[in-house]
């Protein structure tokens, strides 16, 4: 039997979400040799980030929108899907993108104890409206 070990960091007032990284379909690794194949790019052109929509909603985006996501660490910006089937306190990132989109920006460096392996899977966010300059909207700066 294994003890668990809670994160090294989870959402508190300022950073109320989980985020977590992973994989999509078209897009292997960084995406670096992948997103040089249009037919791959063009499935999956820009970053997005999935959100439930009663999540979305408090942040005021709608699906489609700009938003910024936010961690101690950086910001990064993705294209908001409202999805029905993710948990209201987490948000999903796929890590493929680089730039403006980088998901890893986000990311937790806390090293695992025993293996050394960083906490990538876990980070606490707050999810913001964008505007077209990827800065935080008015109302969210007010």
Known sequence: VLDGQEAAELPDTEYPLYATTGRQLQHYQSGAQTRRVPELL?????????????TARRAGLDDGDTARIVSRRGATLARTRCVPSLRPDTVFLP?????????????NPALDP?????????????????????TASREEAA
């Open 95 to 107: 890590f493929h993108v680089p730039g403006d989109g980088a998901a890893n920006a986000l990311t």
């Open 42 to 54: 063009a499935a999956a052109p820009e970053p997005y980030v999935e959100v439930h929509p009663d």
């Open 114 to 134: 025993v293996s050394r392996m960083p906490e990538f899977k876990l980070s606490a966010v707050r999810l913001e409206r964008a505007d077209r300059r990827g």
